[in-house]
């Protein structure tokens, strides 16, 4: 099956930057999509199409992707950017949806 | 402003079946594509079922055989029904709706979700 690895978490000061990574096998072949989950709420997508933020989002949200990794940025980290973030795409070989593993930030 | 909302959660046997329900506001069940995606305490997202706009549906290996996701049209409601329920398929489950029209299309809308716990 197919796998998108991320680091379980990472930590960042307010007004930093954080950076999430998201690896699968040939990811630069798919179309990723990036969603943020706080505790107790229902996931909120981020970015879509790898680099396109939703209305609403804050511009301090991007994300990249290239060969082998996608990558979710968040900049001038604020305390409400705290919560889990997960990578996701279709894997066309198994017809399924794939969540990454997870990463939850934290903002010291 | 669009909205889901999930309902039929709640506490069955092992065993057992269930069918959870969705319901749309400003939001077609028929015209985008609409995906059941769960979380079980303290663990990741993991997606279930998917419907196409047409006729196709999608499975999760962990449910496909038990699963099966369905719409009601008439009333802008998206099904789940679940059988041979398992104590590992006690989560959260959520109602996703997606704008675009392809299987790589994200999962621009959510619900709140509801939850099941398989317990005896």
């Known amino acids: 099956s197919y796998v998108l690895t991320q680091p379980p978490s990472v930590s960042v000061a307010p007004g930093k930057t954080a950076r999430i990574t998201c690896g699968g096998d040939?990811?630069?072949?798919?179309?990723v999509h990036w969603y943020q989950q706080k505790p107790g709420q229902a996931p909120v997508l981020v970015i879509y199409?790898?680099?396109d933020r939703p209305s609403g989002i804050p511009e301090r949200f991007s994300g990249f992707k290239s060969v082998d990794t996608a990558t979710l940025t968040i900049t001038r980290v604020e305390a409400g950017d705290e919560a889990d973030y997960y990578c996701?795409?279709?894997?066309?070989?198994?017809?399924?949806?794939?969540f990454g593993t997870g990463t939850k930030v934290t903002v010291l | 402003e669009v909205q889901l909302v999930e309902t039929g959660g709640g506490l069955i046997q092992p065993g057992g079946s269930l069918r959870l329900s969705c319901a749309a506001s400003?939001?077609?069940?028929?015209?985008?594509?609409m995906t059941w995606v769960r979380q079980a305490p303290g663990r990741g997202l993991e997606w279930v079922s998917l419907i196409s706009t047409g006729v196709k549906t999608y499975y999760a290996d962990s449910v496909k055989g038990r699963f099966s996701i369905s719409r009601d049209n008439s009333k802008n409601t998206l099904f789940l029904q679940m059988n041979s329920l398992r104590v590992e398929d006690t989560a959260i489950y959520y109602c996703?709706?997606?704008?675009?029209?392809?299987?790589?299309?994200?999962?621009?809308?959510w619900g709140p979700g509801t939850l099941l716990t398989v317990s005896s």
């Open positions: 996703a709706g997606s704008a675009g029209y392809s299987n790589s299309s994200p999962l621009n809308y």
């Open positions: 199409y790898d680099r």
């Open positions: 040939n990811i630069g072949s798919k179309t």
């Open positions: 400003d939001f077609s069940v028929s015209a985008n594509y």
């Open positions: 996701q795409v279709w894997h066309s070989s198994s017809d399924h949806y794939v």
